[in-house]
Nanobody, 129 residues
Framework: QVQLVESGGGSVQGGGSLRLSCTAS????????MAWFRQAPGKEREPVAA????????YYAESVKGRFTISRDNAQKTVYLQMTSVKPADTAVYYC??????????????????????WGQGAQVTVSS
């Protein structure tokens, strides 16, 4: 069974940077599409970014495009979310997720939380103005 553990959350001033990490346990990490979602208080969980298993394709929500970068290190079984030029609107709990299906469904549905089979416990990110 795959387990995901996020780290790197914290408080940062607007305009600053922060990097989140998500480390997986279990086999076959390199074959999973991985994603980051976030959930702000009183709001629904929303997609942030996703990366294909080969890191050849990345996907971003419009709200973070140009500011956030998703990447992965398959040897370390870790996916990263580099956040730059952060805004107070980025304040949320950030979750990483794994699509364990090892198919291409993420290509058309990367933003759909229902395709992800494993989730981390979440990391709080707070951006002050």
């Amino acid at each position: 069974q795959v387990q995901l553990v996020e780290s790197g959350g914290g408080s940062v001033q607007g305009g600053g940077s922060l990097r989140l990490s998500c480390t997986a346990s279990g086999p076959s990490f390199s074959f999973y599409a991985m994603a980051w979602f976030r959930q702000a208080p009183g709001k629904e969980r929303e997609p942030v970014a996703a990366v294909s298993w080969r890191e050849s394709t990345t996907y971003y929500a419009e709200s973070v495009k140009g500011r956030f970068t998703i990447s992965r290190d398959n040897a370390q079984k870790t996916v990263y979310l580099q956040m730059t030029s952060v805004k107070p609107a980025d304040t949320a709990v950030y979750y990483c997720a794994a699509d364990l299906a090892i198919d291409n469904r993420y290509e058309s549905r990367w933003f759909d939380p229902d395709i992800y089979d494993a989730w981390g416990q979440g990391a709080q990110v707070t951006v002050s103005s």
